[in-house]
């Protein structure tokens, strides 16, 4: 157990929606990122949050934003879902603000976009 | 654009066997470089990292090289164990590892008993 948790596990929903995902860091872990992971892609990084500001960007779509609340918690919002936008997104958390450092990887959402 | 390549999609090794997990990549701006080990249903965990200015990093069982004039990164696992059966992802930063990671496609290893 990694000590990050995420929410839901599992997402289904059709085209055209918007969906929230939700992600606890590890406790005193300031950084949380947001990662997705396509059918036999590997992890694209989308977003990092540090302390409660944007640190870094992906490859991030304009459909997509995420914010990181007063206690850490970070929330990834997803809208007019498409098709291609199924995939795992995997939160993870950090002490520092460099990618580098280890990232403890929550067991991710599965979207899956009907 | 894939900045960083793992040509191999898996590998089958025995147990007690040196398991050897490739990477290459085409950014010369990345000086820090880590591999991540993911079971399924699982996020993926750290393994071990290595900075440029290294050649070698050991951990155990876990050894990672690096060779700068290919741009090109190995993971050696000796003596390899079934429960080392996971999916192996390289991953890539600049500046030190402050940039953001940027992960290879992984590569599925299975441990044979």
């Known amino acids: 157990d990694s000590g990050v948790t995420q929410t839901p596990k599992h997402l289904i929903t059709a085209t055209g929606q918007r969906v929230t995902l939700r992600c606890s860091p590890r406790?005193?872990?300031?950084?949380v990122y947001w990662y997705q992971q396509s059918l036999d892609q590997g992890l694209q990084f989308l977003i990092q949050?540090?302390?409660?500001?944007?640190?870094a960007k992906g490859n991030i779509l304009e459909r997509f934003s995420a914010q990181q609340f007063p206690d850490l918690h970070s929330e990834l919002n997803l809208s007019s879902l498409e098709l291609g936008d199924s995939a795992l997104y995997f939160c993870?958390?950090?002490?520092?603000?460099?990618?580098?450092?280890?990232?403890?990887f929550g067991p991710g959402t599965r979207l899956t976009v009907t | 654009d894939q900045q960083v390549k793992q040509n191999s999609p898996s590998l089958s090794v025995q147990e007690g066997r040196i398991s050897i997990l490739n990477c290459d990549y085409t950014?010369?701006?990345?000086?820090?470089f880590l591999w991540y080990k993911k079971y399924p249903a699982e996020g993926p965990t750290f393994l071990i990292s290595?900075?440029?200015?290294?050649d070698k990093n050991e951990d155990g069982r876990f050894t990672v090289f690096l060779n700068k004039s290919a741009k090109h990164l190995s993971l050696h696992i000796v003596p390899s164990q079934p429960g080392d059966s996971a999916v192996y992802f390289c991953?890539?930063?600049?500046?030190?590892?402050?940039?953001?990671?940027?992960f290879g496609k992984g590569t599925k290893l299975t441990v044979n008993p």
């Open positions: 993870a958390s950090s002490v520092g603000g460099r990618a580098g450092d280890e990232q403890y």
């Open positions: 406790s005193g872990d300031l950084s």
């Open positions: 949050y540090y302390n409660g500001e944007e640190r």
């Open positions: 950014n010369s701006m990345f000086d820090y």
């Open positions: 290595i900075s440029s200015i290294k």
């Open positions: 991953a890539a930063s600049a500046v030190g590892g402050s940039e953001k990671l940027v």
